[in-house]
């Protein structure tokens, strides 16, 4: 009863999503899910096939657009979410800043520069708009008792967090910092060592550009320190697991250890004894309902900040940049960075082949 009351109590934003490919219908999937809550009033794809489909596979209602700023000003929606290519974020955050939007919801990785993540915070800050970056894993039944299993201190001391993934850097490591810094109740990265190898990612036609392999050491303010590795020499988590969710973590306690498997769930061995779960894996669309449901309460409540807040993406990204700087430089690099390369560009013309 009281929850009903509550329910009937709570506003509903509406939304306008834009970008209607594999990942972006995963979004109008769980943007459908989220009704009474959101409504999903328009989508928007320069692809009339796509955006159709999006369309269809949710009974179709929203309202069809192919040109962002005819949706954002005649929807003026409250929540403007957009699931693209990372070379376009900036530009789509102004047009969500110009139009009045309060939320904007975006995929990862962020920007491809340290330059145009901050800009697009900034941007985002100075207009009051509330920015999240998706990191949705970390919804995941699998994530949350790993995490539940370490915030119960069963671990004992945390020592180290290992994450790795088989997928390359652009498309993997900021789920993985992210999540190793959840993992770790988001104490700040103060200073990281990396390696940078092969050139087998930076082609043309990859909107992702990585180094075949990254590997990075993270230090906590905390004093637990984190490895994260993607692309060639990472090892398998498990045989048998698909690429893409061949991925996971390793979470390393004084008495204790456990793990998340992307593919598969999670084990856990503590100090009560040996544990696992083996019926959760990776679900693109459940894990972004709690996603999107969060601005709702994020636009309510100052106060209930959003677990992928655009804060919290922008350090991830800026931990992964400097971990670049670091294997391009052959040195330790410390953060929060004060300089301004362009990582991206000196790692094009500077890794060898
Ligand atoms: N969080 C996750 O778990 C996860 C999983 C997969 C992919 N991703 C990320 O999602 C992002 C997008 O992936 P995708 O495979 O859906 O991409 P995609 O390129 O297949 O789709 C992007 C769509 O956006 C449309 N678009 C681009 N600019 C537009 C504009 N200005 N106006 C209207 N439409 C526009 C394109 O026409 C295209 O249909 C990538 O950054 C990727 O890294 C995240």
């Known amino acids: 009863m009281i929850r009903q009351r509550l329910a009937a109590a709570m506003k509903t934003y509406t939304v306008a999503h834009l970008g209607c490919g594999g990942r972006g219908t995963d979004h109008v999937r769980a943007l459908a899910a989220c009704k009474p809550r959101l409504k999903l009033a328009a989508l928007c794809d320069l692809d009339s096939g796509r955006l159709n489909a999006a369309s269809a596979s949710i009974g179709g209602g929203p309202a069809p657009y192919t040109d962002v700023d005819a949706m954002l000003a005649k929807e003026k929606p409250d929540i ?13 955050v102004e047009a969500g800043v110009r139009h009045g939007v309060k939320g904007i919801v975006m995929e990862k990785p962020m920007a491809l520069s340290v330059q145009d993540a901050r800009t697009l915070c900034r941007t985002a800050d100075k207009a009051g708009v509330k920015l999240v970056v998706s990191h949705q894993h970390k919804y995941g039944k699998h994530w949350q008792k790993v995490r539940e299993i370490v915030a119960s201190g069963k671990l004992g ?5 290992h994450a790795t993934s088989l997928g390359w850097m652009q498309h993997y490591a900021t789920h993985l910092i992210d ?9 700040p990265v103060v200073k990281v060592a990396g390696h940078i190898h092969g050139r087998d990612h930076f082609a043309t ?12 050491h993270m230090v906590f ?3 637990v320190h984190g490895y994260v590795e993607c692309g060639t020499f990472t090892p398998e988590q498990e045989p048998g697991i698909s690429f893409w969710m061949n991925a996971g973590a390793t979470v390393v306690g004084t008495e204790g250890i456990a793990r998340v498997i992307v593919g598969r769930g999670w084990e856990a061995v503590t100090r ?3 544990f696992s779960g083996h019926d959760a894996s990776f679900d693109g669309v459940k894990d972004s309902i709690p996603l999107h449901l969060e601005v709702a309460d994020w636009l309510d409540d100052e106060a209930r900040l959003h677990s992928c807040r655009g804060e919290l993406a922008c350090h991830g990204f800026e931990v992964m940049m ?14 929060p960075l004060s300089r301004n390369d362009d990582v991206t560009a000196r790692m094009l013309a500077e890794v060898p082949a």
């Open 322 to 335: 400097a971990i670049c700087l670091s294997g391009l430089e052959h040195k330790p690099v410390d953060l």
């Open 179 to 187: 999540y190793s810094m959840w993992l770790n109740d988001y104490s």
């Open 80 to 92: 403007f979410s957009f699931c693209t290519q990372p070379n376009t974020r900036l530009a789509l």
């Open 272 to 274: 009560d004894g040996v």
């Open 157 to 161: 001391r945390v020592r180290t967090i």
């Open 221 to 223: 303010a905390n004093g």
């Open 205 to 216: 036609w990859e909107s992702h550009p990585s180094p075949g392999y990254f590997m990075g």
